[in-house]
Each structure stands twice: as C-alpha cells, then as structure tokens.
C-alpha cells in the first residue's frame, strides 16, 4: 500500500476543510466583536500548513490509485477532518473541552446533529457557521468535494467508489461513479440555494436562512438557535424546511435526472422513493391521528407537528419543533421506527436506508414463495430490474451488521449509566447519524451530561454510520492481513 499517495490525497482534504475554515473566519472578522476570529484563524493557518505539507513533498501523485489505497483515503480524510474540525472549538473555549471539541467536530462532520452545547446562541457567529459547515460538508461527502479537482478519470472513480455505496448507484443504473458524484453536487449546491431563498421569503434573517439551509440539506438537524426551529415560530419556514428535508431524503441521482436533465425516470417511477414517501405519508397521517387522541392536539396543529417530526426523523436532520419526549407512545414508537430505516440510497440521509429495507423485503418474499414451491422460477426485481441475489444478500449483511453494532452501543450506554430509553435511543440516534432520540438525549436536550466513555463510543458509531460500516471494516482487514 502506497501511504505516501494516501497521505498526498488526506493533505488534499484537509485544504478544502482549511478553506471552509476561512470562510467562518471572514464572516467572524466582519461581526463586530465576534470572539471566535483568532481560534478561526489560527485554525485555518495549521489545517493549512498541515494539508499542504504533503502536497509539496510527496511525488507521484498521478499514480493509479487500487481500491485499499481508495479506502484508506476515504476512511482517513474522515478521520483527519474531525480531529482538525475540533481546533476551533478548543481554541475558544468555554464549554468545549477537549473530549466535547471532537464529539461537536464529529457529529457536525457526520451530519448526526448531536450536541454538547447548552447555549448554542452564545456562540460567536463565526464559530457558528464553521459548525455548520462541518455539516455541509459531510451531508455530500469530504472526497466528493475534493476529488472534482483531482486530474485523472481513474482515481475520482476510485475515491467515488469507496465513498459512495453501491446501494445509491445500483438506483440509477448505467451511471458511472464520477457522474453519479457530479450529479449529487450539482444537485445539492441547488436544493441549499433554492432552501436558503425559500426561508427568506419566509421572514428569516439572511444568516439564519443560509444556517439553517445548509443544515436541512445537509440533513443534520444543526441550528444556531437553543430551541432549534420552534424558537422562529413560523409555520410558513416549517413548510419550506419540511420539503427540503423530504428532498435531500431521496436519490441526488434521480433528483438530478427529473429536474435537470427532464427524464421520463421521475422521482415516482423510482420504487424505492415511492415506497419511501409511501411510509412518510403513513406515519404523518396516524401520527396526526394519536396527537388529536390522545395529546389534545388540534388537526391543523397535529398535522403541522406531525409532517415536520416525521420529515426530521425519517430523513435523519433531526429539526425540532416540539419537545416529542412528551408526546404518546405511539408518536415515539412511529419516530424511532422512522429513525432506523431513514431516506434512499445517494441522497443526504442516514440509517440503514429505505432500499436495503425494500430489497430484504423482496429477498424474503422470493425465500416464501420458493419454500411454497421449490420449482417456481421468480427473479427479484426492482424498477423493473433483476437484481443479482449478491445485492439481497449484501442488504441482508448490512442490515445485520448496522443492527449489531446499534445492540452493542446501546449496551455500553446503558452500562455507563444511562437509563434504558436515552441508552437504545442514544445509539440509534448515534448510528443513524439522526441527533436527537428520546429520554435524556430528546428533541430538546443534548449530550452534554452524558459519560465521556458513551460520548466516545457515540462518536465511533457516528463515523461508522456515515461511512456505512464497510469502509471501516475494508480498513481493519487490510490492516490485520496487509496482502489482501
């Protein structure tokens, strides 16, 4: 393996994170008396010098990239980005000790959305937008970004390839990979431009629209406000916010097709999507019903906090509008369900993904109606597609592995302490890359009074969330028998 090569492409990544930390630091020197200038430039200065050290001295950096090598790059420049995420944090202060540092690094960059902060509205403008920016960043991919500039058609495919799962291109069939990561980009500078004017228009504040833009699409749930969306008390900016989740919830790829491109293949032809905003419409409308049930809700109030919860959680942002740990069991039961399966393949979303859950579903049809009748002759097919049973059972392995991995976290959380609800929640929440969950962590607490044992196993689940676990485990195998 080429660590000198893998070094060049994470000095790489670390200059677009130096660059984001530039921009924070020019909007904290054009607030007046924003504290966060010196940590932001400072910050800036040694990411800089950090990222383009290797840039400089390493040579042959046009060689041909091999998988292990594309893993690695993806898997470090993760890695990489969190650690230099937390300097500004540190470097201000005050509630950011060097433990909650990384965890708001981590789950910015991850787009959990979880945090540490008890008074987010303290914080300097600038550190505000470097915290949002984290979550912009990761909702697209750190080396999706940076691999548009690199030279050379066979390494982007590579990078593209270990970042982007197969289950997103296996959705629009006969896409390459660097196409397919053009197409998500494109799409997703116009879904936050087209969000940030939307909310203006709604009467928010012009720093508050772009915060909170590239929040929702970024699905991250990160707000520079305490009470998060129910502090601006506007319903109209509820609605924008709820169809920007909802859309950065499905394919980039087929959103891409539909309204750039003008394809026939709409966002309804997609079985995946379909089924998806099927299952969101479900949940709003017994949702809606419980809320008048049994919380006393009015329709048209039951309906509002109904669409946005289920919009927020089902595509892992996170927003909040109402505290919903107060809210009937069958309303937490339905949100914690739509915390597990979450948006489609290739879009901002977390969770195991709607096209695993419709795939595993068809595996198993096909698995009954052979045991009914060995000699029937049934492909499984979706969009019309025969999909390979490799597919069935890479869903089926994922699914198992996310489900273990969410068992253990929960286990450890509840063993440091936490209750039993705030502990499986906590580690749903954690893995899912969906912020919020239920008891001490809900719609409107944190994770600041949790154990700094559960803060870093959280941590670990978030990055193993976002990089879909098989990137994590690709690396441990390389590492533990290198010839592979």
Not at 365 to 376: H, M, Q, S, T, Y
Not at 407 to 427: K, P, Q
Request: charged letters at 10%; aromatic letters at 10%; one cysteine or more.
């Amino acid at each position: 393996m080429n660590t000198r090569i893998i070094a060049w492409y994470i000095g790489l990544s670390l200059l677009l994170i130096s660059v984001l930390m530039a921009i924070s630091g020019v909007i904290a020197f054009a607030t007046e008396g924003d504290e966060s200038r010196i940590p932001l430039l400072y910050a800036t200065v040694i990411t800089f010098l950090t990222g383009i050290f290797p840039l400089i001295f390493v040579r042959n950096r046009a060689e041909t990239l091999r998988f292990k090598e594309g893993n690695c790059i993806v898997v470090g420049s993760w890695l990489f980005a969190c650690l230099f995420g937390m300097i500004p944090y540190i470097m201000y202060g005050r509630e950011f000790t060097p433990m909650n540092s990384l965890f708001e690094s981590v789950s910015g960059f991850t787009t959990t959305g979880a945090s540490i902060l008890n008074d987010i509205e303290a914080l300097p403008r600038g550190l505000q937008f470097w915290r949002i920016s984290t979550a912009w960043a990761g909702g697209i991919g750190i080396v999706t970004l940076f691999s548009m500039i690199i030279a050379g058609s066979h390494n982007r495919s590579v990078l593209s390839e270990a970042e982007i799962s197969d289950m997103a291109m296996q959705s629009v069939s006969g896409q390459k990979s660097i196409l397919f990561a053009n197409r998500m980009l494109v799409t997703y500078l116009a879904l936050t431009i087209l969000t940030l004017f939307g909310l203006k228009l709604t009467g928010m504040p012009w720093f508050d629209s772009a915060t909170n833009a590239m929040s929702a699409c970024s699905t991250c749930g990160f707000c520079s406000r305490n009470a998060s969306i129910a502090s601006y008390c506007n319903p109209a900016a509820e609605v924008v916010l709820t169809f920007a989740m909802l859309a950065s919830g499905i394919n980039f790829g087929i959103l891409f097709l539909t309204f750039v491109k003008g394809s026939h293949r709409s966002v309804f032809n997609s079985e995946a999507i379909r089924f998806f905003l099927i299952l969101v419409f479900v949940a709003i409308c017994v949702m809606t019903g419980d809320l008048m049930i049994h919380d006393g809700q009015k329709f048209a109030a039951a309906l509002r906090n109904a669409s946005f919860q289920v919009a927020s959680i089902s595509t892992t942002t996170g927003f909040a509008t109402q505290d919903t740990t107060r809210w009937p069991s069958l309303s937490v039961a339905i949100l914690i369900i739509c915390s597990l399966i979450c948006g489609c393949s290739g879009s901002t979303s977390g969770g195991i993904k709607i096209d695993r859950v419709l795939l595993a579903i068809k595996g198993i049809n096909w698995r009954v109606g052979l045991a009914i009748n060995p000699r029937l002759v049934q492909a499984i097919r979706v969009d019309g597609m025969i999909r390979p049973f490799e597919h069935v059972a890479d869903a089926f392995g994922y699914i198992f592995c996310y489900l273990v991995i969410m068992a253990i976290g929960a286990a450890v959380n509840i063993a440091c302490g936490l209750d039993l609800s705030t502990g499986i929640t906590a580690s749903i929440a954690c893995i899912g890359n969906v912020g919020p969950g239920f008891g001490d962590v809900g719609s409107m607490s944190n994770y600041a009074a949790v154990p700094e044992f559960v803060k870093f196993t959280s941590m670990l689940e978030m990055l193993i969330g976002r990089l879909e676990i098989f990137p994590v485990l690709y690396l441990f195998r390389s590492i533990r028998k290198p010839g592979l």
